[in-house]
Each structure stands twice: as C-alpha cells, then as structure tokens.
T-cell receptor
Framework: GAGVSQSPSNKVTEKGKDVELRCDPI?????LYWYRQRLGQGLEFLIY??????PDKSGLPSDRFSAERTGESVSTLTIQRTQQEDSAVYLC???WGSGHQETQYFGPGTRLLVL | SQKIEQNSEALNIQEGKTATLTCNYT??????LQWYRQDPGRGPVFLLL?????KEKRKERLKVTFDTTLKQSLFHITASQPADSATYLC?????????FGAGTTVTVRA
C-alpha cells in the first residue's frame, strides 16, 4: 500500500516568506508526527497529533511554527517569516497508535532552503 | 541534559565483515530502543525494537544488544554487503516521542 507522502519534496524560499509543508499519512494511522533534521544532526521532534488534536507541541521551536491536521488525515506544517536557520529537512511520520511499541513510518521529507 | 551519542566517525568496512555501531545515552531511562536505517534523500526506515528486559534481539543479519546498566546499545551487521551502506540511527522511546542520535554512516566496500 501507499506509504507516507510529503510535498513539496524541495522548497527554496526567501527569508521572511511563509511556507506550508504537507504530509499525507498512511490511511488509518491515527498518530502523526513532525520532525526536523538539520544537516549532520539527529531528528528533532516538533509536534505530535493523535487524531486531529495535538497533545504535544513542545518541540515547536518558536511561535512562527504551527501545524494542523484535518479529518484524521492530512497535516500541514506552516512556518511564518522564515529564517535561514529554518533550513532543514522536515520529516513526517505516522503510526497506528501512539504506544511504546508502535512503529513510526516516515515520509521522504521536504528539503527546505531559506535564502 | 539528555544526550544520545552514536559513533562520531563514519564506518568503512570490507564486504563480509561485521559492522558494530554504538549508541550511548545519558539522563534517559528508556524502556524501549529502536534502530532505523536512513538512505540519502529518504526518511528513516524502522529496523528493530528492543525492550529493556531483552538483552539481545536478532533479525536476519542484524543483531542489537541493550545494556541499561551501561546505558548503551550495540548494533551489529554481520556478513555485511554493499547494499547495507546507509546511515543508521538509534532512537529512544518516551511514550510516543522518539529521540534520535545523529546517526552513524556505514560504507561497505565490495
């Protein structure tokens, strides 16, 4: 079946512009996660959705970052007034549930470059 | 502060040899630990999960150990093949949240 998909695959933007990154999770997966991966670094947790609600937004770096999820499906991560330090790969993952043993399935990521 | 450290150097090995990767952590008490593989331009792919009460887990040519006293996990790729070349990430699980190490890049020479 289809895996997690993300769009766009690459995004180049100018500093100060807003960007929207999209994630389509695996159908039926109730949990959805956003991570950020900077060059040479590990993945950083950003936000977690269970259904359409986000019980944990603790990883969002600043109030310029927001995310929503609709219909227990698609999620959008929005970065307002982008800064050069926002340049990274943004990865989305989904899982059936959110227990300790649930496997998270990752999308290919969106490579964001802020000039 | 919490830290997860993996081999800082990339690993270059000859085909057929065993690659051993290290994951050390501090200020965590994980009940579970996972290993992922990441190829260039792709998202991580789950390989193995090991529980705190499991000393060792195997899957085909992969073996993982988990020592909660040493706060360390070792990841072994036996009879390595060029197709095993990738970056390998360890991740600690806290409820739903994964905390990742920076990864170790393995290159297997034919």
């Amino acid at each position: 079946g289809a895996g997690v998909s993300q769009s766009p695959s690459n995004k180049v933007t100018e500093k100060g512009k807003d960007v929207e990154l999209r994630c389509d999770p695996i159908s039926g997966h109730t949990a959805l996660y956003w991570y950020r991966q900077r060059l040479g670094q590990g993945l950083e947790f950003l936000i977690y959705f269970q259904g359409n609600s986000a019980p944990d937004k603790s990883g969002l770096p600043s109030d310029r970052f927001s995310a929503e999820r609709t219909g227990e499906s698609v999620s959008t991560l929005t970065i307002q007034r982008t800064q050069q330090e926002d340049s990274a790969v943004y990865l989305c993952a989904s899982s059936w549930g959110s227990g300790h043993q649930e496997t998270q399935y990752f999308g290919p990521g969106t490579r964001l470059l802020v000039l | 502060s919490q830290k997860i450290e993996q081999n800082s150097e990339a690993l270059n090995i000859q085909e057929g040899k065993t690659a051993t990767l290290t994951c050390n952590y501090t200020n965590y008490s994980p009940a579970y630990l996972q290993w992922y593989r990441q190829d260039p331009g792709r998202g991580p792919v789950f390989l193995l999960l090991i529980r705190e009460n499991e000393k060792e887990k195997r899957k085909e040519r992969l073996k993982v150990t988990f020592d909660t006293t040493l706060k360390q996990s070792l990841f072994h790729i036996t009879a390595s093949q060029p197709a095993d070349s990738a970056t390998y990430l360890c991740a600690l699980i806290n409820d739903y949240k994964l905390s990742f190490g920076a990864g170790t890049t393995v290159t297997v020479r034919a």
